[in-house]
Nanobody, 114 residues
C-alpha cells in the first residue's frame, strides 16, 4: 500500500508564499504521475497541478504563473511551491499518485487571510 504524507500547510497572508511537500513510501519516479488537488469548503475537489513520470507538467488556469510543481529525487518528494497566494486558494490540499490506481494523502490545510 502506497502512503503519501503532505506537509507545509498553514496560515499565510494574501500575497505570501507556502511550499507543500508530499513524501511517498515508494519511489516517486515510479508513478505514472503525481499531482496536487485541493478542496475548499462546500466545493468539489479540483486538480491544481500535475507532473507526469516523464516530467510533463500542467496547471489549473487559476494557479498558472503562481504555483510550481516539482519532484525532489534526493528527498523523494513531490512539492508544490505556491506564490502570490490569494484568499481563494484557501483549501485542504491533497497529494495524489497514480500507478494503476490513484493513491491519496491525508491532506494539509492552507488558509490565506486578507
Amino acid at each position: 500500500q502506497v502512503q503519501l504524507v503532505e506537509s507545509g500547510g498553514g496560515l499565510v497572508q494574501a500575497g505570501g508564499s507556502l511550499k507543500l511537500s508530499c513524501a511517498a513510501s515508494d519511489y516517486i519516479f515510479s508513478f505514472a504521475h503525481m499531482a496536487w488537488y485541493r478542496q475548499a469548503p462546500g466545493a468539489q475537489r479540483e486538480l491544481v497541478a500535475r507532473i507526469s513520470g516523464g516530467g510533463i507538467i500542467s496547471y489549473a488556469d487559476s494557479v498558472k504563473g503562481r504555483f510550481i510543481i516539482s519532484r525532489n529525487r534526493a528527498k523523494n518528494t513531490a512539492d508544490l511551491q505556491m506564490n502570490n497566494l490569494e484568499v481563494e486558494d484557501t483549501a485542504v490540499y491533497y497529494c495524489a499518485a497514480h500507478r494503476g490506481v490513484l493513491y491519496w494523502g491525508q491532506g494539509t490545510q492552507v488558509t490565506v487571510s486578507s
